[in-house]
């Protein structure tokens, strides 16, 4: 039996005995203080144009199952992934993929770009380059990569590198669904670039779905 045979029957095998994660997530408070929020240091000249977080109004959660799995069937890792530069604007902005998986950068604006990342675990630099000129770079270990142009400020997106393919991005209203979860027992991450990571232990059974309410804040914002 060739390798690729082997992998369907044990991605079969694993929808056999596998559950659903389902939810929702959601981000909770306002950026400032109490007092600034009725008035105050926002009402001067100084910070009038300053624009506070509505935690409320957050998207792009992603919510993953942490760590390697060694009661998971060998998985294939979709092999390319695409970040679209275009009006100077990184799209997607947050992207989560798994260990192995290799990013394309097309650049669709008029103007040179550069994409360059001084994250620990995934340092790279493309330089400066633009269309027809297409750039790849495969991410080998897990991590968080922030992601720049170094002659854009504002241009900036965030890749998550994962170590299993059981993740998820939250849909607009905040809602996920993770399916093909080999039953066991993990640790599921609801991340967001802006606030506090929360984890919980679950347990994933051979059919049906748990469901698991993520609601993230930071300690000592008001709630609203």
Not at 33 to 59: H, I, M, N, P, T
Not at 81 to 91: E, L
Not at 110 to 118: A, E, G, P, Q
Request: charged share 25%; aromatic share 10%.
């Amino acid at each position: 039996m060739n390798k690729f045979l082997i992998f369907l029957v044990c991605l079969s095998a694993a929808g056999a005995n596998a559950g659903t994660i389902t939810g929702s997530v959601r981000g909770e408070g306002k950026g400032g203080l109490a007092e600034e929020s009725k008035g105050g240091r926002y009402d001067s000249r100084k910070f009038k144009f300053v624009e506070r977080v509505d935690y409320g109004q957050l998207s792009e959660f992603v919510i993953y199952v942490e760590g390697k799995l060694t009661n998971a069937p060998p998985f294939r890792a979709k092999t390319l992934q695409i970040v679209t530069q275009r009006d100077a604007v990184f799209r997607p902005h947050v992207l989560p993929l798994v260990v192995g998986n290799t990013v394309e950068w097309p650049n669709k604006d008029d103007i040179f770009h550069n994409v360059f990342s001084m994250s620990e675990s995934n340092p790279f630099d493309l330089g400066l380059y633009k269309d027809p000129e297409v750039k790849k770079v495969t991410f080998q270990k897990p991590g968080r990569v922030d992601i720049f142009c170094s002659i854009h400020s504002k241009m900036n997106c965030v890749l998550l590198v994962l170590e299993n393919p059981y993740f998820a991005v939250s849909d607009s209203s905040g809602r996920y669904r993770i399916e093909n979860v080999p039953a066991g027992v993990y640790r599921l991450k609801a991340w967001h670039e802006r606030l506090p990571a929360e984890m919980r232990e679950i347990t994933v059974a051979e059919s049906g779905e748990v469901r698991v309410d993520f609601v993230l804040g930071i300690k000592g914002l008001p709630q609203y």
